[in-house]
């Protein structure tokens, strides 16, 4: 893992387009303050939360989630142009799921309105909404995840779901990341501010 361990830091890592950042320095990260949270995963978090089971409480609802990750194992591959925020949060508020179920999912939910991949929604209908219930059976409370720790088992990229808003304070910028390279917020100052 890149960092120290959730039980050393606190803290959970969240990754933000550049173009966020100006609205994130004054209110914080928001469940709904990203420029891609309509056009890009409302309709598809809509779909996962359809095949959530009744065991789930009902404040678990992936369209009002902040989306953020335990950790990153090495070798991550970066979205360029974004920045990779610390953020504290509040345990009680918050889950964990096994992200690699709902990215399995994402590209036929969002091309199977286009003709020539209409045959994923039969993919979906079938398999789809397996891997969507598998999902959520294999989803846990933060807290029960920290006894457990199911963020450490082979295949599962646990995904954690933050239920409240993280204020400005409760966030620190780690790192900036280009095509390339990833800097920390200091180096990447000192190359283009000559600070």
Same mark, same amino acid.
């Given at each position: 893992?890149?960092f120290? /361990?959730?039980?050393?830091?606190?803290?959970?890592?969240?990754? +933000?387009?550049?173009?966020?950042?100006?609205g994130?320095?004054? $209110?914080?990260?928001r469940?709904?303050?990203?420029?891609?949270?309509?056009?890009?995963?409302? /309709?598809?978090?809509?779909?996962? !939360?359809?095949?959530?089971?009744?065991? &789930?409480?009902?404040?678990?609802?992936? #369209?009002?989630?902040?989306?953020?990750s335990?950790n990153? !194992? /090495?070798?991550h591959?970066?979205? #360029?142009h974004?920045?990779?925020?610390?953020?504290?949060?509040d345990?009680?508020?918050?889950?964990?799921a096994?992200? !690699?179920?709902? !990215?399995?999912?994402? *590209?036929?939910?969002?091309?199977?309105s286009?003709?020539?991949?209409?045959?994923? $929604?039969?993919?979906?209908?079938?398999?789809? @909404?397996?891997?969507?219930?598998?999902?959520?059976?294999? #989803?846990? #409370?933060? @807290?029960?995840?920290?006894?457990?720790? @199911?963020?450490?088992e082979?295949?599962?990229?646990? *995904? +954690?779901?933050?239920?409240?808003?993280?204020?400005?304070?409760?966030? $620190?910028? &780690?790192?900036?990341?280009?095509?390339h390279?990833?800097?920390? +917020?200091?180096?990447?100052?000192e190359?283009?501010?000559?600070?």
């Amino acid at each position: 893992m890149i960092f120290p /361990d959730y039980t050393e830091t606190g803290v959970v890592y969240h990754i +933000v387009n550049l173009n966020d950042l100006p609205g994130i320095k004054k $209110e914080g990260v928001r469940y709904d303050n990203k420029t891609t949270y309509r056009s890009r995963y409302q /309709d598809f978090h809509g779909f996962m !939360n359809s095949h959530r089971p009744s065991r &789930i409480p009902c404040w678990v609802d992936r #369209s009002r989630a902040v989306f953020a990750s335990m950790n990153f !194992n /090495d070798g991550h591959r970066w979205h #360029s142009h974004s920045m990779l925020l610390a953020l504290r949060i509040d345990p009680e508020r918050c889950w964990i799921a096994n992200e !690699n179920k709902a !990215n399995i999912l994402y *590209e036929p939910f969002v091309l199977r309105s286009l003709e020539e991949f209409q045959k994923a $929604e039969g993919f979906l209908a079938n398999e789809g @909404k397996r891997i969507a219930e598998e999902y959520w059976e294999t #989803s846990l #409370s933060f @807290k029960d995840n920290l006894m457990r720790r @199911k963020d450490r088992e082979q295949g599962y990229d646990a *995904e +954690v779901m933050i239920f409240h808003p993280v204020e400005p304070e409760d966030i $620190e910028y &780690i790192a900036i990341v280009s095509d390339h390279r990833m800097l920390t +917020v200091e180096k990447w100052k000192e190359v283009f501010c000559g600070r």
